[in-house]
Nanobody
Framework: QVQLVESGGGLVQAGGSLRLSCAASGRTFRTYAMGWFRQAPGKEREFVAVTRWSSGSSYYAYYADSMRGRFTISRDDGKNAVYLQMSNLKPEDTAVYYC???????????????????WGQGTQVTVSS
């Protein structure tokens, strides 16, 4: 069983930055896909970013179009953690941010929240105007 715990959320003014952390415990593997989703009140859960292991001891990073260039996902397998650095935040970024993990995510479905097996409880990010 895998447990995920997010931290780092809070209140920030538009244009500011936050760094979210996700700590994993239990049985995890370096080959797991580790991603971030977010959900605002009354809206669908939205894909943010994901890291996917590939051969050659490297990871690919994929981003939703609206987040690309502002958000950066990173991974530290030694600490069993994944991070989301968020810059130039906008009020529309306000949401609960969730960490997710799965042992095998096909490329075609990696942006679909229903495909992930493990989830954290979320951390609130609020961006004021």
């Amino acid at each position: 069983q895998v447990q995920l715990v997010e931290s780092g959320g809070g209140l920030v003014q538009a244009g500011g930055s936050l760094r979210l952390s996700c700590a994993a415990s239990g049985r995890t593997f370096r080959t797991y896909a580790m991603g971030w989703f977010r959900q605002a009140p009354g809206k669908e859960r939205e894909f943010v970013a994901v890291t996917r292991w590939s051969s050659g001891s490297s990871y690919y990073a994929y981003y939703a179009d609206s987040m690309r260039g502002r958000f950066t996902i990173s991974r530290d397998d030694g600490k069993n953690a994944v991070y989301l650095q968020m810059s130039n935040l906008k009020p529309e970024d306000t949401a609960v941010y969730y960490c997710a993990a799965d042992p095998s995510i096909p490329i075609a479905t990696m942006s679909l929240y229903r495909e992930y097996d493990y989830w954290g409880q979320g951390t609130q990010v609020t961006v004021s105007s």
